[in-house]
């Protein structure tokens, strides 16, 4: 399943400086018995123009507040909204850093009572003046008041660039205390500020502190272990001041804890230093560039996760010692990445929006970044905001527009459920993986690496170099579109050197690998263009490069040229785009678009290799097409034949039949041939298949007449059909099934409507009634065959068993005895009397036995009534069961044993 196109939230207005004007968007929270929730809803604020709050459920733009034109923000906006019981109204709150035209913290202040439809709006202002350091980080946490009728249950934590961090009142009049910590101001001078993160305390016992209690206690200082009066952890991430590069060692992370109470002044009381972390930094990332980096904190287990345009990098800081413990990265570099679920990331560059296994290395959905809002204009890259897990929505900016991706089926579960989705399965992973992508048979490169070479079995430098020339001079056929060429450098590297020229028989191995190669060159795929523009939804088209006659055969006999093999090598070839599924009879289409005399499409569907009903049925509704365009008087030919009427099928129709396609879709069970014909044949299509297997029958040699002589002369290829009566009346029985009762019963003509516009439709009609009729003639007249062939077999029944006796009980004993019984069956000529022909039947007279006549020529020509053959050879000598002594029979025991085998309707010939 691939990623489907995103969806547009909302269409944000442009920053009024274009050029240095930006948008930044932060989160929205809820705030009941000072628990804080994330809701489904973004605050946006745009530089000059105003701050938003837009619903991502429900797609819309819940409110705005305008800001003066040369308003800059310098960190992300953050909004709360809660229910005042009390006061019986909702209360929202969005606040907003701005650096121009002074520093300032700014709060819009919406309250919409139940019994008013319209909300006061209000702001205030809080203007910084111990410090010109930008804001880089703005959160909320959650304190307890005395009356929440007069006072707001959290306060306002700002973080500036240079570390001081500052704690005003939700409504900005009062700073409670603005400090810069000792531990902070140990390392300003070398580091700035980048991005903070508040989580509450009770998630961090979860996950951050899991291992470390005693940062737990150091938290909680001389507090009550209450919920109400728990701090919140403020992580603090700083980078090297002044460097573009650095790398991840680089990196400090502090970790405070700041006190709901606001009412302590020394250092350790308001801000509380809990531990300084050193991030780990793997060997083979290098430098970072500072401007392409974002960090995100998941609280569910305690991992900070780093994105850049390198990849992504999943750090664990509840360890005791930091560990990167997972990280992704491509030779292409990200514009945006983003933890979706514990194991899997999406990422966008430009060429490509994918969703990403990081433990398999593998891609679980794609869609190429020019199908993500092509048709809207939007330009620039694809930056990745946030992740709501519970709806499965990854919300990300293009441009100006802000589009959400739905990875609902990214889960293994389908509907609700409490337990946490399983992804990252290793049966997902499998055929998706990127260390064996498009590279994989690409192997030109700057030397031998036989390790990654497993799945072509080459071992040493010179199969590795061998294989090396093969792709060379197949990439250079495929690019000069030379058949020739592409052969001889098969022939020069799957033929034995004893046997030049001579590709392997099927019995003998050919790698798997290395044929899905070729068929990767042979084949190539492109998206389908709907009114010009290829979208995400579009499907992808099969086309042939080009065709090897010779590679092509020896593919067709060992069985590896198929629709399945085709696909396979192509979504290897495409990776890491994953590719857009095939539409049904595309493989079939692409031979035919090939070749228009489908000799290629016959002699890929007769090789050994397997199809599906679908690919057959898309097979067969084009053979029919072609019948029908070739002769239009397909229905008429097939009721004179049923009619007795001298008519035989043209040179063109036959040619046209698409034979085998039928005996291949005969091998599947019948119950989803019929599903294939019903969903890709239409009713005409489907009559059509009805006619030609009626004619296939009646001119068969399946119902040659008995009792009088054949209405019209039989030619050869009409007795020798190469469609068997079992393959004929199984696809019958489908292609009726397949119309339907309703399809049948669509064929009543009305005749109360006679205008000109349906005059054709009740002419069609009244011809498919005509079909039902002479159908139902035919049943009946097979009904009643088959009433007389049991009645004849009942009379030939004592026949039949003997015969099958004979052969059954001579065949045990070797082809000899086989043959001298047919011999000995076979009537000698000088007896026969004369030919007889009665009721149509011929038959062969003999004359009674004369005398002379011994008794092997007898019994050639008289068959005993018994069940059972006679025999009446007994032997002259018995074991004695006692003794097991051999004794002599007497001659009055053999001819009283001779006499019990004798049958009880059976004729016997005494010789005296």
């Known amino acids: 399943m691939d990623l489907q196109s995103p969806s547009v939230l909302a269409q944000l207005p442009r920053p009024l400086h274009a050029s240095t004007g930006k948008t930044r968007i932060g989160d929205v929270y809820s705030l009941a018995d000072a628990k804080k929730r994330k809701r489904y809803e973004v605050a946006v604020a745009v530089d000059g123009e105003a701050v938003n709050i837009y619903n ?97 249950p959290f306060d306002v934590i700002a973080v500036h660039e240079d570390g001081r961090v500052r704690r005003l009142s939700a409504d900005l009049k009062t700073q409670r205390w603005s400090i810069q910590h000792s531990e902070i101001s140990k390392v300003s001078s070398k580091y700035t500020v980048k991005n903070c993160f508040l989580v509450d305390l009770e998630d961090a016992r979860r996950a951050l502190f899991k291992r470390r209690q005693d940062l737990v206690a150091l938290a909680l200082g001389d507090h009550m272990i209450d919920g109400t009066t728990e701090p919140s952890i403020l992580l603090v991430i700083s980078h090297p001041k002044g460097a573009d590069t650095f790398g991840l060692e680089d990196v400090n992370v502090q970790i405070f804890s700041v006190p709901a109470t606001f009412s302590a002044k020394e250092e350790s009381q308001r801000l509380r230093h809990l531990q300084t972390i050193q991030v780990p930094g793997p060997s083979d990332i290098g430098k970072i560039n500072s401007s392409q980096l974002h960090w995100n904190f998941h609280a569910g287990s305690g991992s900070l996760q780093l994105s850049s345009n390198k990849g992504f990098f999943n750090i664990d800081l509840s360890q005791y010692a930091p560990s990167v413990t997972s990280k992704f990265t491509l030779d292409e570099e990200f514009s945006s990445v983003m933890r979706v679920s514990p194991q899997c990331i999406i990422g966008a560059n430009e060429s490509l929006v994918a969703v990403y296994d990081t433990q398999y290395q593998s891609v679980q959905r794609s869609l190429a970044a020019g199908d993500v809002l ?62 064996a992508s498009a590279t994989q048979w690409d192997l030109a490169s700057k030397k031998h690496r036989s390790e990654n070479m497993t799945s072509l079995h080459l071992s040493t430098p010179e199969q590795v170099e061998k294989w090396n020339n093969l792709t060379k001079s197949i990439n250079v056929a495929t690019e000069s579109k030379d058949g020739d060429l592409f052969d001889k450098a098969v022939q020069s590297y799957f033929c034995p050197s004893e046997k030049p020229q001579t590709l392997p028989a099927p019995g003998q191995y050919v790698n798997p690998e290395s044929t899905l190669f070729l068929l990767s060159k042979i084949f190539a795929v492109e998206d389908l263009e709907l009114n010009g523009d290829i979208t995400a939804s579009s499907s992808s088209q099969l086309r042939v490069v080009l065709w090897p006659q010779v590679t092509c055969a020896w593919l067709v006999t060992l069985g590896h040229l198929s629709a399945d093999n085709v696909e396979i090598a192509l979504r290897r070839a495409s990776k890491p785009r994953v590719l857009q599924p095939l539409p049904t009879g595309s493989f079939v289409q692409a031979l035919i678009d090939s070749d228009s005399s489908m000799e290629r499409v016959n002699h890929v569907i007769g ?42 099928p043209t040179e063109e129709l036959t040619r046209h039949l698409g034979d085998e396609t039928a005996t291949k879709i005969h091998l599947h069970p019948l119950s989803s041939v019929t599903k294939s014909l019903r969903s890709n044949l239409s009713r005409p299509e489907l009559i059509s298949m009805i006619h030609h297997l009626r004619l ?89 065959g088959v009433e007389e062939a049991t009645y004849l077999k009942g009379i030939l029944r004592e026949y039949l068993r003997f015969a099958d006796q004979v052969v059954v009980s001579n065949t045990s004993g070797g082809k000899a005895n086989a043959t001298k019984v047919v011999e000995e069956s076979t009537p000698k000529p000088s007896h026969l009397i004369r030919h007889e022909k009665i009721n149509g039947a011929d038959l062969l007279v003999y004359a009674p036995p004369e005398e002379g006549d011994d008794e092997g020529d007898a019994s050639g020509k008289m068959l005993p009534l018994s069940m059972k053959p006679v025999s009446n050879d007994v032997s002259r000598t018995k074991v004695k069961k006692s003794t097991g002594e051999i004794k002599a029979r007497s001659n009055r025991e053999i001819s009283y044993l001779r006499r019990k085998k004798a049958g009880k309707y059976s004729f016997e010939k005494l010789l005296i």
Request: charged share 20%; net charge neutral.
């Open 607 to 648: 090789g050994p290799s397997t199809f599906s009903t679908n690919e057959l049925a898309y097979s067969l509704k084009h053979f029919l097409n072609q019948a029908r365009n070739c002769s239009a008087a397909l229905e008429d030919t097939a009721r004179a034949i049923t009619n007795g009427d001298a008519v035989t």
């Open 696 to 784: 296939s029958l009646a001119t068969g040699g399946y119902m040659s007449r008995f009792t009088e002589n054949p209405p019209t002369p039989i030619t050869l290829d009409q007795i020798t059909p190469s469609l068997s009566l079992q393959t004929i009346s199984d696809l019958l029985t489908c292609s009726v099934d397949a119309v339907g009762p309703s399809g049948w019963i669509s064929a009543l003509p009305n005749v109360h409507d006679l205008d000109e516009e349906t005059a054709s439709n009740i002419a069609a009609a009244t011809r498919e009634m005509e079909l039902i009729s002479d159908m139902r003639s035919e049943i009946s007249a097979t009904l009643g």
């Open 374 to 435: 092509s048709g809207t204009g939007s330009k620039g890259p694809v930056r990745f905001i946030n992740y709501f897990a519970k709806l499965g929505i990854a919300v990300a900016l293009k441009g100006h527009t802000l589009i959400a991706f739905d990875l609902t089926s990214l889960h293994s579960h389908s509907g609700p459920s409490l337990k946490r989705s399983r992804d990252g399965l290793l049966i997902d992973a499998i055929g998706r993986g990127i260390g």
């Open 56 to 152: 991502v459920q429900t797609p819309k733009l819940v409110t705005s507040y305008a800001v003066p034109p040369q308003s800059t923000f310098s960190c992300r906006p953050c909004s709360v909204r809660r229910k005042i019981t009390k006061k019986a109204l909702v209360k929202r709150q969005t606040y907003a850093a701005s650096t121009k035209p002074e520093h300032q913290i700014k709060c819009f202040v919406e309250e919409i009572s139940n019994g008013s439809s319209a909300p006061a709006i209000s702001s205030s202002t809080a203007t910084i003046t111990d410090s010109r350091s930008p804001a880089a980080f703005m959160g909320i946490v959650p304190t307890v008041p005395d009356n929440e009728d007069e006072n707001d």
